[in-house]
């Protein structure tokens, strides 16, 4: 089973839940994990899984307009600068075409207030590619202790243990 794994990630955090949803991948599947701005839809072909995460912004997919916003607020506080360069994961999904014959899981890192409170990435990724034709198999939510990080307690051994369901249900 060939795994893919295609993650934004602007400070860091998604990038580090991808890795372990990998490392849980890697029991069942060859898995190959790569940042947005680096991928192009040809990726997908071949893959029996995508699996696609991001972080959370304004209770739901990162866009633009949220990316520079998370710019401006850590340039004006002297935070660690967020990596904006590339794509939005929702302009990558909206470019990758339809592949009904892949199947795909979306998971996202948000703030920890319940999810209606904060909003979920991975429902607005999960539904983007079911239109693409994708049949998802998986959606989850990973705490992240603040904008800037680190994962919560716990949430990359889940986000590991995810990544090893995954294989197992395929």
Known sequence: MKAVVVYESLFGNTHAVAEAVAEGLREGADVEVIPVKDSSPAIVEGADLLVVGGPTHVHGMSSKLTRKGALDDATKKGKTVPDVEGPALREWIDGIGSVATTRAAAFD??????????????????????????????????????????????????????????????
């Open 109 to 170: 890192t948000r703030l920890p207030p319940p999810k209606i409170i904060a909003g979920s990435a991975a429902k607005g990724i999960a539904r983007r590619l079911r239109r693409h034709g994708f049949q998802v198999v998986g959606q989850e939510s990973f705490v992240v202790e603040h904008s800037e990080g680190p994962p919560a307690e716990g949430e990359l051994e889940r986000a590991r243990e995810w990544g090893r369901a995954l294989v197992e249900s395929y």
